[in-house]
């Protein structure tokens, strides 16, 4: 029988060890949010201010830690990051120009991955060991198992804050080249305070969810508010990209209990999770959330599997077609598509499914709206004004899916902020939009 105690201390290392295998010209994975190794890359940007190491590449999804290469400048060049989808540094760097993105629906990126060059070294924050040599990723899932396949070597943080998904990924030991233990507790996002635009909206969308429906929800003040105001609903299920607290407190309140999902009946799916120690805790151990990768979770044909799938996203702006920006504020990049693509597309083919991209009507205390004749030049669209199903605001909801475009200005003009609904209508008549 193998000692795989014994396998463990032989790979047990240090981080700057560890740090000091990087070779020049390296390309190094890792997957979203707390899956990332703190320990281990600042071992590896010091080594980058010591001008040991040039060429190297790191690719990140949502960073939540403090990122020397994002926060740094002056490394450009020796270690520069490469974002899937972008958290606060890497949003400061690539706006600053020392930091890349990568254009993605988030369902494909196993497939990019898969398609794309090695990756020199993928690394990962895991729980320890258990008596069978295996070492659960935690909280994340979503590309992984792609990047294991592709890469050459393996390092780990063993982290005894890390939950334990037993419905998850899972690695190895004889599958790794090193490890580093570590104890430091996981991030997490302060609670959304809750304002009277967050509870109207969430109570317009909550009015259109029946019973029984199955949901995505985003992270930030509407997605709260809308789980907040689903409390007193029975029977629902999650089927999403992230869990978060809005989700904890459903199950635990009775409103969620997944019996009427089409798949995975009894099981909360997402691919990763993000938010507060509750969270973690919650999933620690826990058959009843299943952490499943990427191309699986977020694929739309997978995902309209569950009737009444309903999805519920933001954006940072609407033109009077319909489409979506949710990336960039103007030619500012601010985050990635992710996967609201995707479950808009998936609800919007899913038996009585819904999508709803909400947010509030305007920006900087009622001087910009956030329904505009035209997007600002540079915008990303995100959603297409072929897939844009729902759109809601403090105002109310108008439904444009199917609908014309004289139709579509009508409603979108009408949840406008009332400060603006004249000027959209002047645009809108001007350009031959209303007649």
Sequence with gaps: MTDFRTLFEARRSTAEELAGRVESG???????????????????????????????????????????????????????????????????????????????????????????EDYDLFVASVSPMDKHGWFSL???????????????????????????????????????????????????????????????????????????????????????????????????????????????????????????KQIHRGQSVTTFAFGSQRIYDYIDDNPGIAILPVDY???????????????INAALEVDLWGQVCAESVGTRHMSGTGGQVDYVRGACQSRGGKSFIAFSSTAKDDTISKIKSILTPGAVVTTSKNDVDYIVTEYGVAHLRGESLGSRARQLIAIAHPNFRDELTFEAKKRGILI
């Design 297 to 311: 979770v977020n694929d739309p044909n997978v995902i309209c599997r569950n009737d009444n799938m309903i999805s």
């Design 26 to 116: 390296w390309l190094i994975g890792m997957d979203a949010a707390v899956a990332g190794t703190p320990t281990i890359l600042a071992a590896l940007a010091e080594r980058a201010k010591r001008d040991e190491v040039k060429g190297v590449r790191v690719q990140t999804l949502l960073d939540v830690y403090p990122y020397a290469f994002y926060a740094d400048n002056s490394l450009y060049g020796k270690l520069t990051g490469e974002a899937w989808f972008s958290g606060g540094g890497a949003r400061k760097a690539v706006n600053g120009g020392w930091a890349d993105t990568i254009p993605n629906y988030y369902r494909d990126a196993p497939r990019h991955i898969r398609a794309g």
């Design 138 to 260: 935690g909280a994340t899932s979503s590309y992984s198992l792609a990047m294991i396949e592709k890469a050459k070597h393996i390092f780990l943080e063993v982290n005894d804050h890390q939950p334990r998904a037993v419905c998850g990924a899972q690695i190895h030991i004889s599958q790794v080249d090193g490890l580093v233990e570590v104890s430091y507790e996981l991030p997490v996002l302060p609670p959304t305070k809750q304002d009277k635009i967050s509870q109207t909206i969430g109570g317009l969308i909550a009015e259109r969810i029946e019973d029984g429906s199955c949901i995505q929800l985003g992270i930030g003040a509407i997605p709260d508010a809308v789980g907040a105001a689903l409390k007193d609903k029975h029977d629902l299920g999650i089927h999403t990209e992230m869990f978060t607290d809005s989700m904890v407190e459903l199950i635990q309140c009775g409103a969620v209990n997944n019996s009427k």
